[in-house]
DNA sequence: AACCTGTACAACCGCCTAGGA
DNA sequence: ATCCTAGGCGGTTGTACAGGT
């Protein structure tokens, strides 16, 4: 007995997504929010599968979203956060306001990971090359260090949303980032600035039922600007975050050069 | 100009979990 | 306790575009 389809499939159009589409779907979410996803394709006029419809949302309509390249900050926090939390990009994302975690994942796969290679660090332990290849039991140790949140009891605490009880516990207990000031309180800054930004809170935006109109999440989105460009401009901890990076670093040779 | 290759990113797929019936 | 559904996540694929030959 093979598991059910999300939708009926049969029909249903796949691929890029036209300006048309995009429209029926945006004006229906802004005018009745969001609500069962399976329900938005019928209800919208649509003839795509709910889920295809809550991806195109989240990763591309959704007002609060920032488009373009990643910043160098940006990038240097997602390093940061890959170091401490592997790949949970939906986590990552959570720490950037107005990114997702695909467009963090596509940027890590096409940008970073290249770039953290040319200067000699394995992009998945966070470790010089020449180090890791020299030394298997560091590397399995790091590696055991970034699969151990990916534990089944762990794996249920992460799914909760961010911003929750569950999640600050993780963020509570110290971790090996932490320990050499890494994190800053970046992490916690970013979640407190918004604590509505990852794809995963993207509900947040418009409760069910709710109708908003754009200038609100417009406005809404230009708070979190603010706070974001304060939070980076060194007000607090922002300064730090780039200079505890490179700390970070370090031992494997992060050349801040290479990376500007 | 035509073709090839590499890159970037949008979109899809399959799996997992939570919550309700 | 079990089953089913919806939502969410991470990995992978598909496609458009740019640059090189």
Same mark, same amino acid.
């Given at each position: 007995? %093979? @598991?059910?389809?999300?939708?009926? $499939?049969?029909?249903?159009?796949?691929?890029?997504?036209?300006?048309?589409?995009?429209?029926k779907l945006v004006s229906f979410l802004l005018s009745?929010?969001?609500?069962?996803?399976?329900?938005?394709?019928k209800l919208?006029?649509?003839?795509?599968?709910?889920?295809?419809?809550?991806?195109?949302?989240?990763?591309?309509?959704?007002?609060?979203?920032?488009?373009?390249?990643?910043?160098?900050?940006?990038?240097?926090?997602?390093?940061d956060l890959h170091a401490h939390l592997g790949?949970?990009?939906?986590?990552?994302?959570?720490?950037?306001? %107005? @990114?997702?975690?695909?467009?963090? $994942?596509n940027h890590w796969n096409t940008h970073i990971k290249k770039k953290l290679k040319k200067m000699g660090i394995d992009p998945v332990t966070h470790q010089s090359l020449s180090l890791a290849q020299h030394d298997p039991l560091k590397q399995q140790q790091q590696q055991a260090r970034l699969d151990e949140p990916t534990k089944p009891l762990a794996a249920s605490q992460e799914r909760t949303v961010s911003g929750t009880g569950a999640n600050d516990k993780e963020e509570a207990a110290p971790t090996s980032a932490q320990l050499k000031g890494v994190a800053c309180s970046a992490a916690s800054s970013a979640s407190a600035v918004s604590p509505s930004c990852s794809s995963s809170a993207s509900a947040?935006?418009?409760?069910?039922g709710a109708v908003v109109d754009w200038p609100?999440?417009?406005?809404?989105?230009?708070?979190?600007?603010?706070d974001w460009a304060s939070f980076l401009s060194g007000d607090g901890c922002g300064n730090r975050i780039g200079v505890d990076l490179f700390d970070h670093y370090s031992d494997v040779g992060f050349d801040q050069q290479v990376w500007m």
């Amino acid at each position: 007995m %093979g @598991r059910q389809p999300c939708c009926e $499939k049969v029909g249903l159009k796949k691929g890029p997504w036209t300006a048309e589409e995009d429209q029926k779907l945006v004006s229906f979410l802004l005018s009745h929010g969001q609500c069962c996803w399976r329900l938005v394709p019928k209800l919208a006029g649509l003839l795509r599968c709910g889920k295809s419809c809550r991806l195109r949302w989240t990763n591309y309509l959704r007002p609060d979203l920032k488009r373009g390249l990643l910043s160098g900050e940006e990038e240097k926090l997602v390093i940061d956060l890959h170091a401490h939390l592997g790949n949970r990009w939906s986590k990552i994302a959570a720490r950037l306001p %107005g @990114r997702t975690d695909n467009e963090i $994942k596509n940027h890590w796969n096409t940008h970073i990971k290249k770039k953290l290679k040319k200067m000699g660090i394995d992009p998945v332990t966070h470790q010089s090359l020449s180090l890791a290849q020299h030394d298997p039991l560091k590397q399995q140790q790091q590696q055991a260090r970034l699969d151990e949140p990916t534990k089944p009891l762990a794996a249920s605490q992460e799914r909760t949303v961010s911003g929750t009880g569950a999640n600050d516990k993780e963020e509570a207990a110290p971790t090996s980032a932490q320990l050499k000031g890494v994190a800053c309180s970046a992490a916690s800054s970013a979640s407190a600035v918004s604590p509505s930004c990852s794809s995963s809170a993207s509900a947040s935006v418009a409760p069910p039922g709710a109708v908003v109109d754009w200038p609100d999440l417009f406005e809404m989105d230009g708070i979190l600007d603010i706070d974001w460009a304060s939070f980076l401009s060194g007000d607090g901890c922002g300064n730090r975050i780039g200079v505890d990076l490179f700390d970070h670093y370090s031992d494997v040779g992060f050349d801040q050069q290479v990376w500007m």
